[in-house]
């Protein structure tokens, strides 16, 4: 990015044999707002980046802990507001325990009290940022975005076009719908909480959807003609990251991806 870019971008990267090489989370800073903070495995290093900036508030995507784990850390150093979703204030306060694989690889997750619950907008000196609830990865999901910059903070909503495998919770048809919801907008550059692009924003997210209403599409059919869903992923050739679901006790799994296309099917019927 140039000098002149008011957004600046944090990267924090934890080494980690199950990924390739490195896997990075993204936390953004623009006009006093700091959007996500982190994981807690690289609290070191996030505080003393953090501790650098002029922080007026703080805006968290969802309360996963590569975005919320140096929060109760940052918040010792910076006493400024914290703003989230109203779903998201209430995990908080007791977050759900992470599986082994995700602990070794961003950390545990804090519990936080004090954020404050945001559903419309939430202003800087400068901006002006929309809340867009966005669930479907999680059920507090939010995107924010500046119509007069074209700017979309995605979080986790893009992340890649293609998916792999799935949080045993997350959802498909909610997200096909999130994804939907900003695609009606005008944006010119979006920034993902884990990739570095942000160029070519409909393109991306088009990607991503027709990618998941296909792959709901051919889970529905197959269900509906009687496949259990060990024989979908055989039907589909998907392959399973084993490593990543055992040590993740099956909350990472590529099943899942078909779990919830049936869960939804089901509830539509």
């Given at each position: 990015?140039?000098?002149?870019?008011?957004?600046?971008?944090?990267?924090?990267?934890?080494?980690?044999?199950?990924?390739?090489?490195?896997?990075?989370?993204?936390?953004?800073?623009?006009?006093g707002?700091?959007?996500?903070?982190?994981?807690?495995?690289?609290?070191k290093?996030?505080l003393?980046?953090f501790?650098?900036?002029?922080?007026?508030?703080?805006?968290?995507t969802?309360?996963?802990?590569?975005?919320?784990?140096?929060?109760q850390?940052?918040?010792?150093?910076?006493?400024?507001?914290v703003?989230?979703?109203k779903?998201?204030?209430?995990?908080?306060?007791?977050?759900?325990?992470?599986?082994?694989?995700?602990?070794?690889?961003?950390?545990?997750?804090?519990?936080v009290?004090?954020?404050?619950?945001?559903?419309?907008?939430?202003?800087?000196?400068k901006?002006?940022?929309?809340?867009?609830p966005?669930?479907?990865?999680?059920?507090?999901?939010?995107c924010?975005?500046?119509?007069?910059?074209?700017?979309?903070f995605?979080?986790?909503l893009?992340?890649?076009?293609y998916i792999?495998?799935?949080i045993?919770?997350?959802?498909?048809?909610?997200?096909?719908?999130?994804?939907?919801?900003?695609l009606k907008?005008?944006v010119?550059?979006f920034?993902?909480?884990?990739?570095?692009?942000?160029d070519?924003?409909?393109?991306?997210?088009?990607?991503?959807?027709?990618?998941?209403?296909?792959?709901?599409?051919?889970v529905?059919?197959?269900?509906q003609?009687?496949?259990?869903?060990?024989?979908?992923?055989?039907e589909?050739k998907?392959k399973?990251?084993?490593?990543?679901?055992?040590?993740?006790?099956g909350?990472?799994?590529?099943i899942?991806?078909?779990?919830?296309?049936?869960r939804?099917a089901?509830?539509?019927s």
């Open positions: 990015m140039e000098d002149t870019d008011p957004i600046q971008r944090f990267r924090f990267t934890v080494a980690n044999s199950h990924s390739s090489p490195k896997m990075g989370v993204n936390a953004f800073f623009v006009d707002l700091l959007i996500d903070t982190g994981h807690s495995n690289a609290q290093i996030a003393k980046k501790s650098a900036l002029e922080m007026d508030q703080i805006i968290l969802h309360h996963h802990e590569d975005h919320t784990g140096n929060l850390a940052l918040k010792q150093v910076k006493d400024c507001p703003y989230a979703h779903t998201c204030v209430q995990l908080m306060k007791s977050p759900p325990p992470v599986c082994f694989i995700e602990r070794k690889t961003w950390g545990a997750n804090t519990a009290q004090g954020i404050l619950p945001v559903d419309k907008t939430i202003e800087t000196d901006y002006k940022f929309h809340i867009i966005t669930p479907g990865h999680s059920e507090d999901h939010i924010l975005y500046e119509a007069s910059q074209g700017w979309l995605s979080g986790d893009y992340v890649h076009h792999r495998y799935f045993a919770t997350e959802c498909v048809v909610e997200q096909i719908n999130s994804l939907k919801k900003v907008l005008d010119r550059r920034f993902c909480s884990h990739s570095f692009k942000e070519r924003f409909q393109e991306r997210f088009s990607q991503k959807l027709q990618f998941l209403e296909d792959f709901h599409g051919n529905v059919q197959l269900h003609k009687g496949l259990r869903p060990a024989k979908i992923m055989k589909l998907m399973e990251k084993w490593m990543i679901r055992l040590l993740s006790g909350w990472l799994s590529a899942n991806m078909v779990h919830s296309s049936i939804d089901e509830l539509e």
